[in-house]
């Protein structure tokens, strides 16, 4: 890409990346493009659809969560590991408003643009939720897609405006009920 596509591109990512923090998944591309000070025809060459642009704005947080995944597997305890894991991905789940349902419908559509991440992200999850089994402080009746629902649950949870206040109480309930050990305090 030259140097220049790049840096529309990349400005129209950052652009999309506020517009949609605030206005959720559903926001207007119309209105990305003229916050960008560009036309829509410009935002379209760039990313002919909406999960277009969207996969390209997950997929560097998402590909982001596997890398941690893959650096607490080898770090501290598997317990803590997973529980720091598990709030990185309610963070980054939480930042877009109305990713969760996305995450849900792209994880079981192959031939979604989102599917490659959010399978990746599942198995970084997984290998986590498996390395604490395995050494007893983790439940052994959840698997990944178990730990992918739920974690999608508590995210989903930051947005709901009645319900945002119980959030943090509801993770440490939820990483609780996951662990057979507790360090969900510590790892808050």
Known sequence: MRADARKNYDHL???????????????????????????????????????ALLEALLRTSFDALAVSAGELETSGSPGEALVSWLRDFVACAHEYRGVVELMASAIA???????ASCVGMRAAGTRLLVRAQAEGVARTDIDG?????????????HDQPALAPRAERLFGVVAGAILTTAVTEQSG
């Open 13 to 51: 990512l950052a652009v999309a990346g506020d517009v949609i923090t605030e206005q959720g998944v559903d926001a207007s591309l119309r209105d990305i493009a003229r916050r960008a000070g560009v036309g829509l025809a410009t935002l379209l060459r760039h990313f002919p659809t909406r999960e």
């Open 145 to 157: 897609t178990d730990l992918f629902a739920l974690a999608g649950s508590l995210a989903w949870l």
């Open 109 to 115: 559509d192959a031939d979604s643009a989102l599917h």
